[in-house]
């Protein structure tokens, strides 16, 4: 205790701060963006799966400088060739990265393909060379690759299929199509949904009990032979980009209804609130009543919705596909490549063709690590 010259006594002991406050201080002083990537970033397998998917799809217009062959490029001297190892170091020497020559013999037993390597002689990979043709990004003709397999050799790293089709190579190009069906779909869907489900919450009334009725209709029908009956009246000699599209618009059309009743239910309980009679008392019109004032409280649940929907998407693709109703060959999707491997009898002898399951588990994983950890982050309640 300090008695100053007037009298006044000044207590010189430190203040005792409360921490807790000052936490919550600093946490409301951050940027929004800044404290959702510090509630993301605690959710570790949504932090891995997000850096995952972002390089997944940054990855996809490079597809074909990865891919050491063209998608439907066959080597018929080695259908069913099994996947090669690329190994550093022979007779404990380091070479660099190699593959062993390999020689294909028909198994009279099992009569299956026998593939023997020539472990004397390492063939190094060649890199940053000249292949087969093909577009980058789709529009930039070149015959660069990243590796190709040296002159007498292959590098199968997934193996070939029974076409003697590199398998890694159809699934890194299959990736553009199957990753990307999902982001046209959940697109259509969210326009569809958002639209009608805000009307339906806003205006009320008979447009309310239009939509909802059609939207009871629509989920009373069972998805799957749904899903059949409009990919079977696609015509069959559509090309493949077009197949794509409409695959896309159909999947996303019986998508938007459940993303319109939530839209719908959250609107119910937000018309009332008292920013939204202000806004219209002010003169706003419904539709920037809708866009700058409800939806925007309705975001965090929108954004979470989308990355959750987004792998059902690609599931209902690759279930087209896969039954022969999605895209066809030449197109090249993970369903597609599923498609090729229905005979189970190869199965059990050439198990690598189902190596494309693989990617869609690990893809749907990955979307829905991520759609969680981005709802706890968007969660204004989460403590």
């Not at 050799?153 to 199957?178: E, H, K, M, N, P």
């Not at 009320?204 to 749904?226: K, T, Y």
């Not at 409280?297 to 990355?307: E, G, P, Q, R, V």
Request: aromatic content about 12%; glycine content about 8%; some cysteine.
């Amino acid at each position: 205790m300090t008695i100053l010259p007037d009298g006044r006594y000044v207590d010189d002991a430190p203040y005792e701060t409360d921490t807790g406050a000052e936490a919550r201080n600093a946490e409301l002083d951050m940027s929004n963006s800044r404290l959702l990537w510090l509630r993301f970033k605690q959710h570790k397998l949504g932090l891995i799966s997000a850096l995952f998917l972002l390089v997944s799809y940054l990855s996809l217009p490079f597809a074909g400088f990865i891919s050491p062959y063209t998608p439907n490029e066959r080597l018929e001297d080695y259908l069913y060739a099994p996947p090669q190892l690329v190994r550093l170091f022979h007779d404990g020497e380091f070479v660099g990265p190699y593959v062993y020559g390999t020689t294909a013999e028909m198994d009279l037993e099992s009569f299956s393909w026998k593939y023997i390597q020539d472990r004397e002689t390492p063939m190094k990979l060649k890199f940053f060379c000249e292949g087969s043709e093909y577009k980058l990004s789709g529009f930039i003709p070149t015959k660069t690759h990243l590796f190709c397999a040296p002159e007498g050799a292959t590098v199968f790293l997934l193996g070939s299929d029974r076409l003697g089709r590199d398998v890694f190579s159809r699934i890194l190009y299959g990736a553009q199509l199957s990753l990307t069906v999902g982001l046209v779909g959940i697109t259509v869907s969210f326009v569809i949904g958002i639209i009608l489900g805000s009307i339906a919450g806003y205006f009320g009334g008979f447009l309310d009990w239009i939509i909802n009725r059609v939207i009871e209709i629509l989920r009373s029908l069972p998805e799957l032979p749904l899903w059949l009956a409009l990919s079977a009246a696609v015509p069959s000699h559509w090309g493949p980009v077009a197949v794509f599209f409409i695959i896309s618009i159909i999947l996303g059309i019986l998508d938007w209804p459940g993303l319109a009743r939530a839209v719908r239910s959250k609107f119910l309980s937000l018309r009332e609130e008292e920013f939204v009679r202000a806004a219209e008392m002010m003169g706003a019109k419904p539709s920037r009543v809708i866009g700058k004032h409800l939806l925007p409280n309705f975001l965090s649940h929108l954004i979470a919705s989308a990355t959750l929907s987004i792998p059902a998407m690609i599931l209902g693709e690759t279930a087209l596909s896969f039954l022969g109703l999605g895209l066809r060959a030449p197109a090249v999707s993970w369903g597609v490549m599923l498609n090729d491997a229905q005979n189970l009898a190869s199965i059990e002898i050439y198990w690598w063709t189902a190596i494309p399951m693989l990617p869609i588990v690990i893809v749907v994983l990955a979307f829905n690590f991520f759609g969680d950890g981005l709802r706890d982050a968007l969660d204004p309640n989460r403590s």
